[in-house]
T-cell receptor
Framework: KAGVTQTPRYLIKTRGQQVTLSCSPI?????VSWYQQTPGQGLQFLFEYFSETQRNKGNFPGRFSGRQFSNSRSEMNVSTLELGDSALYLC?????????????FGPGTRLTVT | GEDVEQSLFLSVREGDSSVINCTYTDSSSTYLYWYKQEPGAGLQLLTY?????DMKQDQRLTVLLNKKDKHLSLRIADTQTGDSAIYFC??????????FGTGTRLQVFP
């Protein structure tokens, strides 16, 4: 079974631009979560989508948004990029059901904002 | 509040045991997790423990949970150079929302 895939793997943008990152979950998984990883703040939860609905949300400004499609693929968008948005963005997929609910992570998209 | 703490570094000799510690704050977390991150890679789920368990063993990995003190530990037996990585503990106060610790960088030397 294929793992979680994320595209693109690397991205360079300038301040003020917007960016869209994509995540394809493991086949059969209906939940996709997004995390931001930076040296200063560590791993922080952005949001989680389950069956095309946002189910959980972290403490990020409204510039960060996401969506999920009917095939469970998810995208996240960051508008009006700031230097501080430079980070590794990780997505994780799971069945989304109650229980141990193991989350499997993709390799991440490294975003650099200049 | 949500705050998971870990020590930043651990250095061990190859063949010894490693113990990585973690304290968490949310007693409502039903499951607690350990993830491993190698350089340039995403996170790999190593193991997890249900909150009503004290211990879970999985090959070279042993997880101990002290729910009263909100303390979690991961013991790696016979540590190898391939175990060198950053290890994160995580609590899950809500389904599919993980709160990660700061990560412990494990260095294994020959």
């Amino acid at each position: 079974k294929a793992g979680v895939t994320q595209t693109p793997r690397y991205l360079i943008k300038t301040r003020g631009q917007q960016v869209t990152l994509s995540c394809s979950p493991i086949s059969g998984h209906r939940s996709v979560s997004w995390y931001q990883q930076t040296p200063g703040q560590g791993l922080q939860f952005l949001f989680e989508y389950f069956s095309e609905t946002q189910r959980n949300k972290g403490n990020f400004p409204g510039r960060f948004s996401g969506r999920q499609f009917s095939n469970s693929r998810s995208e996240m968008n960051v508008s009006t990029l700031e230097l501080g948005d430079s980070a590794l963005y990780l997505c994780a997929s799971s069945t989304g059901q109650a229980g141990a609910n193991e989350q499997y992570f993709g390799p991440g998209t490294r975003l650099t904002v200049t | 509040g949500e705050d998971v703490e870990q020590s930043l570094f651990l250095s061990v000799r190859e063949g010894d045991s490693s113990v990585i510690n973690c304290t968490y704050t949310d007693s409502s977390s039903t499951y607690l997790y350990w993830y491993k991150q190698e350089p340039g890679a995403g996170l790999q789920l190593l193991t997890y423990i249900f909150s009503n368990m004290d211990m879970k063993q999985d090959q070279r990995l042993t997880v101990l949970l002290n729910k009263k003190d909100k303390h979690l530990s991961l013991r790696i037996a016979d540590t190898q150079t391939g175990d060198s990585a950053i290890y994160f503990c995580a609590e899950s106060p809500k389904t599919d929302k993980l709160i990660f610790g700061t990560g412990t960088r494990l260095q294994v030397f020959p």
